[in-house]
């Protein structure tokens, strides 16, 4: 996994303020492997609570963690009760590390 002991920190802070701390957070995409280089950083971020919507969730929380991880590119995908799974999803379960 290529990411820092203190970006993961970080990350796992801020999802918290924003969903709750029961929040589950999975790295998934190039920097779970530690061979490849580059790429954006890719979560997937579980939550029991319902939102009204995951989309602006999604961007409010991406936004926050480029404030505080500095300029890179952070693609944010947000499941709870309601979402309809979707291969994305399903691929991020699959292979994605839990940070």
Known sequence: ???TSQQIATIRQVV???LGSDAR???FGSRVDDAA????????VETD??????AAEASRLAAKLQLVLGD???DV????????LQPIHRA???TGVAL
Do not use: F, S, W
């Open 1 to 3: 996994m290529r990411l």
């Open 16 to 18: 918290a303020e924003q």
């Open 25 to 27: 957070v999975l790295l």
């Open 37 to 44: 280089r580059g790429g954006d950083i890719d979560l997937l």
């Open 49 to 54: 609570r319902e939102l009204a919507n995951r």
């Open 72 to 74: 890179q590119r952070i």
């Open 77 to 84: 995908v947000i499941i709870d009760p309601t979402t309809r």
């Open 92 to 94: 991020a379960r699959e």
